[in-house]
């Protein structure tokens, strides 16, 4: 089931990466069909679909999210059928516009959701395949757009390559329907920034109309310097509202992040020279040296086999050497291929011994750069939010190729048979500029290998004692602090290799049945006072919390609490009966989430079946809800210094002293790491625990854990009138 999701979302992405490209080739044959219409027109065919996709990528991420990655995608690829269809039909340039205008739509809609499926559907072991398979497949859609493209015309005429996207995607939907289970993201979700995917689109638009209308209706026409004056405007009012909305179109945080900033960067620059001469060899081809669409199409297939061929051993020297040292060398090879076009390519076809080095260099290039760069970015981000910054890198891509088109369209505004092949050239010049601008600030990207940078830019954040205890006794509060994803310690066996000693849910596993369960589990996190699910919500999944506290809250008014290695949701998976309680993060807490699809396979394993049953009913017993009330003892309470010179030790042992005569109490020091095992046991044999972050100790781990918290100072102020000493 699992291998079908991923296959059907993918084939999903490649249609609407694929739908980027292919109309690049029909573009002549739109041309004889519209005759009277200029290129300028023409070239909205193209831009209208990238705007819509551009503007609308990362507010339909957070729409699935919302509404359910199945539900979304679902609606993506009808809306994208529908419009494709519709294109198929349209009898002129304007209403052929709008109809691109609304597959762009079904695009944005289509690929997140899709990616969203592949992270549902995939098993932990395999998602990063899974996620390779889906980048691949979206990368190798673009590339064999313009061959497939060129069939499809040559059979027919323009509108055949829109037709081609109605069986496809109708088995595609029927497949989804029947064989993707629903999911949604469990975290508490906030509705996307409209306003910041309104303005982005604005911004593209007017800017990519000022630029395509200057030669018509005069660079300082009234027309023109409006859509100078508004772009950039409307830019503005996407920066101010991704500054301010929660769930922002171009999220700050991310872009804060030095190497996916970066990468952001240089994607919107090799956007710009991608799509620049992807309609310049179709052109060149065609018009210069006289290629049916056919063939047009299959001489440009070459560069995207080479890059297909070496994107593999270019990432592996990147995981090895480094993102820039490879993808910087990558961009200037890149460049050098149109340099070679430039210089080289004449205007009597000569494929063998003028168009092919080009096409090695670039597809050299394409496998060097795009990928690693692209790659490289997206593994400095946050595991949780990579679908997110994919979607924010694969916007800026596409603004680079909305801005790439709408030059090349006012260099080859008015062509004749004695200026295409010098205008088109300019073309070649200005991708090849692109990537040399790409590989200049591909140097700012830093010397990270891939894998490593991984989280670093939260375990390495310094915020201020006073904001991070804010955070840490804001219970529900907007600012929550990160989890760490460091891993608890490995779960303990006994001498016939099951789990023993604190393994909750998982105690009497063997390593084969906890394998078995935790392969096929996804990792999530939940910061101090999100809840987890609602008492109603339907059981999809359920869940063992591998470190942290969780309470639950049932809807006459008790409430129970959990710690690690318990158990949640389970029942409602098992009956098919909706939640019967509201589960709430005490403080920040990892879990492992198994869908219910996987884990009705598990339970099909005899030995593993009867484990989980066994321990289903021992935390039935031991998760009887007790009346509602707060304790007036914190459990866990943490020490931290207001500065190094503080004295926290020697209070942490003051407390411990003061409190033991009446309670079981005692004292972990320096503690950094949710779930470590040191924690876990004084929980289980005492009534408090007292965390100290002394010795330079990043308080942060010590305050993820605490129900209080005490600082403490180096100084004393009295205050008027008390004396000090």
Known sequence: MPAVAVVVAVVGAFLAFMDSTIVNVAFPDLQSSFPHTSIGELSWVLNAYNVVFAGLLVVSGRLADLFAR?????????????????????????????????????????????????????????????????????????????????????????????????????????????????????????????????????????????????????????????????????????????????????????????????????????????????????????YVWGYSLLLAGAAVAPGALVAAVTARPFGRLADRYGTRAVAVPGALVWASAYLWYVTEVGVHPDFLGQWLPGQVLSGIGVGATLPVMQSGGLLTVPARRYATASSVATTARQVGGVIGIAVLTVLVAHPTAATIAGELRHGWELAGWSFFAAAVVGLFFGRARQGVEVERSVREARVELG??????????????????????????????????????????????????????????????????????????????????????????????????????????????????????????????????????????????????????????????????????????????????????????????????????VDRVAGLCDPGAADLARAEAANDVVVLTAADGTDPAGVLRQADRVVVVSDRVDPGPGLPVE
């Open 70 to 286: 199945k539900r979304v995608f679902l609606t993506g690829i009808g809306v994208f059928l529908v419009a494709s269809g519709l294109c198929a039909l349209a009898p002129s340039v304007p209403v052929l516009v709008v109809f691109r205008l609304v597959q762009g739509v079904g695009a944005a809609l289509l690929v997140p959701a899709s990616l969203g499926v592949v992270l549902q559907a995939a098993p932990a072991s395999g998602r990063s395949a899974a996620i390779g398979i889906w980048g691949a497949a979206s990368a190798l859609a673009a590339g064999l757009g313009p061959p497939i493209g060129g069939a499809l015309v040559d059979a027919y005429d323009w509108r055949l390559v829109f037709l081609v996207n109605v069986p496809l995607g109708i088995v595609a939907w029927v497949l989804v329907r029947r064989k993707v289970l629903e999911s949604r993201s469990p975290d508490r979700c906030r509705a996307p920034d409209w306003l910041g995917a309104f303005a982005l689109s604005v911004a593209l638009g007017t800017l990519t109309l000022g630029i395509v209308q200057g030669p018509t209706w005069g660079w300082g026409s009234v027309g023109v310097v409006a859509c100078f004056v508004v772009a950039p405007v409307a830019a503005a009012v996407t920066v101010v509202s991704s500054l301010r909305h929660p769930s922002p179109v171009l999220d700050p945080k991310l872009l804060s992040i030095r190497a996916f900033g970066v990468s952001t960067a240089v994607a919107v620059l090799l956007g710009l020279g991608l799509y620049t001469y992807l309609l310049a060899h179709i052109l060149w081809l065609h």
């Open 467 to 664: 904001s991070l205890v804010g955070a840490a006794g804001a219970r529900g509060g907007a600012d929550r602090l990160p989890i760490a994803r460091s891993d608890p310690g490995p779960v303990e066996t006994d001498g016939d290799g099951r789990v023993r000693g604190g393994g909750g849910f998982l105690e009497g596993l063997t390593r084969e049945e906890l394998d078995s369960l935790l392969g096929v589990a996804a990792e999530q996190e939940l910061a101090a006072g999100e809840v987890l699910f609602s008492a109603g919500d339907r059981g999809d999944a359920m869940y063992i919390l591998r470190a942290g506290r969780l309470v639950l809250r049932f809807p006459d008014g008790s409430t129970g609490e959990v710690g690690a290695g318990s158990a949640i949701g389970e029942l409602a998976v098992l009956s098919g009966a909706p939640r019967t309680a509201t589960v709430v993060a005490r403080r920040a807490s990892l879990l492992w989430r198994i869908d219910e699809a996987s884990f009705e396979r598990c339970m099909q394993v005899p030995g593993l079946a009867l484990s989980v049953a066994r321990n289903v009913g021992v935390h039935l017993e031991r998760s009887r809800p007790v009346p509602d009330r707060r304790p007036t003892t914190p459990k866990v309470v943490a020490v931290v210094g207001a500065s190094p010179a503080a004295p926290v030790g020697v209070v942490g042992a003051v407390l411990v002293r003061a409190v033991a005569d009446l309670l079981g």
